[in-house]
């Protein structure tokens, strides 16, 4: 093999959801201290890839990405006959919870981004316990609607090229072109309502306002950053959330957007080393999947 | 936020009339919108432009109102917003036309087929000064 070969390597786990068999892709590399990767509504685990293939971050993570049913390489399950996919909080919950537990993982760390950042703060109101820490990118408790989702999923309007053309503006300017070009073209390869059916919980189901009050960071940590240009989950969003949150940690990404670790993962970089190596430090003092 | 001053909103409604010759200096985005024909109300609020659109290109920006000219859907937003969406690079929270709707800086009215079908096209049309807008200090 003459070629470069990335480390990344993808295969499929099986794994029951709402008592249904579903047959989920995943994306790994490393070793260590499991780091479970959300990707945003509409797209899928490729925008997780420069984190996978960080050289530094596998030396202690067993860094793992995987595609939500409908999503990527993750088909709809066998049994859908093709009614309205609508994600909600408990599906979203029990998916990810059951993907680690397939995987066999112990208390993983969990960084979602956007939805996966939403339902990271789910995750610490009621299952905090079963993870080492959380990561919440581009995460609040709820956000103000700033479009008609029903223009997501129509057939007088070219579904991929909506959905990208309206996720485009979440991008920071200063993100370089081909990492913007590669963000998006995610959302245009989606899946016909997809986008649409994540956003369900975002913007009705999974609405937190009221509960996060309940998070206990010292059962589990809880990270929270957030981009400038996002002006979906603005940096005010992230901030009212954590200021109900006792000892969450907050941190406003300059120039980034909405997809930090898609749109330019040079830039994220700078911010999520820090967090992944308070983590690393934490599980040190506990000696938890560390080389030490 | 604070108004423009008269020379400075000027600039803006002079920018946004030149739209159409930086589209003809941009054919990739001509071709996007080949599929595009409309009528529509662009601009600045208070000095919008009735655009007749033809296969991509702005082949009439007339300053309205135009004597009972028709229109599909307006997007207007204040001028310093305009001034805002056109700096390099835009501060965050105006470097979007969804952004400055949100913020209530931008209307958004009328028939938003024409729109939403040819979202980035808009996008990009009306973000073209964004590399030749300057104001003069006055």
Redesign the interface.
């Known amino acids: 093999m003459s070629g470069h070969v990335e480390p990344i390597i993808g295969r499929y786990v099986h794994v029951d959801i709402g008592g249904e068999a579903h047959r989920i892709y995943f994306e790994e590399n490393g070793a260590g201290i499991p780091l479970v990767c959300l990707h945003t509504a509409g797209s899928d685990g490729r925008q997780w890839r420069h984190l996978l293939t960080d050289a530094e971050f596998a030396e202690n993570f067993r860094i793992i990405a995987f595609d939500m049913p409908w999503h990527g390489k993750s088909n709809p399950p066998a049994g859908w006959s093709g009614e309205e996919y609508r994600l909600t909080t408990a599906r979203y919950t029990e998916t990810v919870r059951a993907f680690c537990k397939a995987l066999t993982l112990d208390r993983p760390v969990v960084m979602g981004c956007s939805i996966g950042g939403r339902i990271v703060l789910n995750l610490a109101i009621d299952h905090a316990a079963e993870f080492r820490a959380l990561i919440g990118l581009e995460a609040a408790d709820f956000q103000?609607p700033?479009?008609d989702t029903t223009?997501l999923n129509r057939p007088?309007?070219?579904g991929g090229?909506?959905c990208?053309?309206?996720v485009?503006?979440?991008i920071?300017?200063?993100s370089p072109q081909a990492a913007r070009t590669e963000t998006l073209w995610a959302y245009k390869q989606g899946g016909p309502g997809v986008f649409k059916g994540d956003l369900y919980f975002y913007r009705v189901d999974g609405d937190l306002r009221g509960r996060v009050e309940t998070i206990d960071t010292k059962v589990c940590p809880l990270f929270l950053l957030t981009g400038?240009?996002d002006?979906s989950c603005?940096p005010e969003d992230t901030a009212r959330t954590a200021a109900a949150i006792g000892g969450v940690s907050v941190t406003i990404m300059k120039e980034l957007g909405h997809f930090p670790m898609s749109e330019n993962p040079g830039q994220f970089r700078r911010y999520i080393s820090p967090v992944l190596g308070e983590i690393i430090k934490q599980s040190l003092q506990t000696k938890q999947g560390v080389k030490v | 936020m604070i108004p423009l001053s008269d020379s400075a909103a000027d600039a803006v409604t002079t920018a946004f009339a030149n739209i159409p010759v930086l589209l003809e200096q941009t054919p990739a985005l001509i071709a996007r919108g080949r599929f595009l024909d409309c009528e529509c109300l662009l601009g600045p609020a208070g000095h919008p432009f009735h655009a007749a659109i033809r296969a991509g290109r702005i082949v009439e920006l007339a300053p309205a109102p135009v004597l009972m000219r028709s229109w599909r859907f307006s997007y207007r937003a204040q001028p310093a917003a305009w001034a805002e969406y056109w700096r390099t690079p835009p501060r965050p929270g105006w470097h979007d036309l969804l952004a400055l709707t949100k913020r209530g800086e931008a209307a958004l009215e009328g028939d938003l087929h024409p729109f939403m079908a040819n979202l980035q096209y808009f996008k990009d049309v009306l973000a073209l000064p964004r590399n030749h807008f300057v104001i003069a200090p006055s």
Do not use: I
């Open positions: 103000t700033w479009y223009w007088d309007v070219h090229e909506v990208a053309a309206l485009s503006g979440l920071a300017p200063q400038e240009y002006f603005t």
